[in-house]
C-alpha cells in the first residue's frame, strides 16, 4: 500500500478572516481530493462568529493542527522544534510549505533536522504592476527581503500573481527557476454565471431592483481596500447623475467598521445607497446579485476575489495593485483604475451603465476567468511541484 503523501503547512498565525487562511482552505480541499493531507503547523488562531466556519473548515480539512501559542520563528525553542519532529514522524510528512517569509528560518532549521524541503508561497501586498512602484511601497525594507530571502530561500517560492513573479525575479534577484508561478485559482464550477432565475433569486434576497445598478466590493472592513474611495466616487456619481438608480454593497467584516459606516453615513441619501451586508460565508449570491465589483485596494497580493466575480459575470473595476495584470485586459474584461483617484473610478462605473454592454463584457470576464483561475489547474501544478521538490512520484 502507498504511503500517504502529507504536507505541513507552516504559518506564522491564523487570521481566519483573511486571504491567507482562505488561500490555505482552498489549496486543502484540492489537496485532499487528489488523496494529499495536510498537517496545520501554526502560531496563534484569532476567529470570531463572523469567521468561525472558515476556522470549522480548517479544521475538518486537516489532519490535525498543531497550534504552538508561544510560536516565535525567529527564535523557536528546542521544545517547539522537537514537537515538530515529532508531528514529521507521526504524519510522514514529505515536505513543508510555508505560507509567508516570517516562517523560511523555522523552516530552514527544521530541514536541518528532518530533511525535509520547503516551498514558500510569498503572500506580498502589492501596489502597482512595475518593480518601481513596489520598490517605492517596500522602500528600505527591499535591501532586508534582499538579505533574508536569499540567505533562508526555500527549494521553489511559488508566486500566485505576475506582481510577485516580477519582484521575486528582477527586485530581490532570484534566477527564474527558483520561482514558480501558479495562479491562484477558485472553483470555477461553483462560481459559475447564474441562470436568470438565480439571479433574479439573489437580488431579491438582498433587496434589490432589477433596475439598481449594483456595485459591490468584497473585502475585509479596512481602509487598505479603498471603502473611502468607492464611497467618494459614488457620491460624485450621484451629484452627476442623479437619476441613476445606484447601490454600493459593501461584503465583509474587520475592525474598522463603525470608522467606514461614520464615512459612508452623512446625510439621508447615504442610508438608502450604502448597504453593509457584514461578513458573508457564501459570496457566491454576492456576485450573482452584483453589476459591478468594484475594489479599489491600495495594497493587494492577488486579490482572488475579482477571479471569482468575474467567473460569476460580475465586471470588475480595480487598481493596479497585485494580480491586476492577469485578471484585467483594459476594456474587454474589466477596467484598471489609478490609486486614490475617486473621480477616475466614478467615470469607469459610469462606462458599464450600459446593460448590453455590461453583460457582455461580464461574459467575456467569465470565460477568461475561468479558462486562466482554474482551482484543479492551481491544485495539479502545485502537486507536481510538490513532488518535484519532495522526490515523490506523481502517480
Not at 466590493?217 to 450621484?238: F, P, Q, Y
Request: aromatic share 10%; with cysteine.
Amino acid at each position: 500500500m502507498d504511503k500517504q503523501k502529507t504536507v505541513g503547512f507552516l504559518l506564522k498565525r491564523v487570521d481566519c478572516n483573511d486571504g491567507v487562511a482562505s488561500h490555505c482552505e482552498t489549496l486543502m480541499r484540492g489537496f485532499k481530493a487528489m488523496g494529499w493531507r495536510v498537517v496545520l503547523i501554526t502560531g496563534p488562531v484569532n476567529y470570531n462568529a463572523g469567521s468561525e466556519k472558515s476556522f470549522q473548515a480548517l479544521k475538518d480539512l486537516s489532519a490535525d493542527w498543531i497550534v504552538f501559542e508561544d510560536l516565535k520563528p525567529f527564535l523557536p525553542t528546542w521544545a517547539n522544534i522537537r514537537r515538530i519532529q515529532e508531528i514529521v514522524n507521526k504524519y510522514e510528512i514529505s515536505l513543508f510549505h510555508a505560507h509567508g517569509y516570517s516562517m523560511l528560518f523555522l523552516a530552514r532549521i527544521l530541514n536541518f533536522f528532518t530533511g525535509l524541503e520547503c516551498v514558500a508561497t510569498f503572500h506580498l501586498l502589492i501596489q502597482g504592476d512595475d518593480s518601481s512602484s513596489m520598490k517605492d511601497v517596500l522602500r528600505l525594507k527591499l535591501r532586508k527581503y534582499q538579505i533574508y530571502l536569499r540567505a533562508f530561500a526555500p527549494k521553489v517560492f511559488i508566486a500566485y500573481s505576475s506582481e510577485i513573479e516580477r519582484f521575486l525575479v528582477q527586485d530581490v534577484g532570484f534566477h527564474k527557476n527558483k520561482v514558480r508561478k501558479i495562479l491562484a485559482g477558485t472553483d470555477t464550477k461553483y462560481f459559475r454565471l447564474p441562470s436568470s432565475e438565480e439571479r433574479q433569486k439573489a437580488r431579491e434576497k438582498f433587496g434589490f431592483a432589477e433596475t439598481d445598478l449594483v456595485c459591490t466590493l468584497v473585502g475585509r472592513l479596512n481602509w487598505v481596500k479603498g471603502h473611502d474611495v468607492l464611497i467618494d466616487a459614488v457620491r460624485l456619481i450621484r451629484k452627476a447623475a442623479p437619476e441613476m438608480a445606484l447601490k454600493c454593497l459593501f461584503a465583509g467584516s474587520g475592525d474598522l467598521e463603525k470608522e467606514i459606516k461614520e464615512y459612508a453615513f452623512v446625510s439621508e441619501d447615504d442610508s438608502d445607497c450604502f448597504i453593509f451586508a457584514g461578513y458573508l460565508n457564501d459570496m457566491r449570491e454576492v456576485y450573482w446579485t452584483s453589476d459591478i465589483l468594484v475594489l479599489p485596494s491600495r495594497l493587494e497580493g492577488c486579490a482572488l476575489v475579482v477571479a471569482e466575480g468575474m467567473c460569476c459575470g460580475t465586471v470588475p473595476i480595480r487598481t493596479p495593485a497585485g494580480g491586476a495584470l492577469d485578471q484585467i485586459e483594459e476594456g474587454k474584461t474589466g477596467y484598471i483604475v489609478p490609486f486614490d483617484d475617486p473621480e477616475a473610478l466614478s467615470k469607469a462605473i459610469q462606462k458599464l451603465v450600459d446593460r448590453d454592454f455590461r453583460l457582455q463584457m461580464g461574459k467575456q470576464a467569465a470565460a477568461y476567468a475561468s479558462s486562466v483561475f482554474d482551482l484543479e489547474l492551481m491544485i495539479e501544478k502545485t502537486v507536481e511541484l510538490y513532488c518535484e521538490c519532495s522526490g515523490m512520484e506523481t502517480k
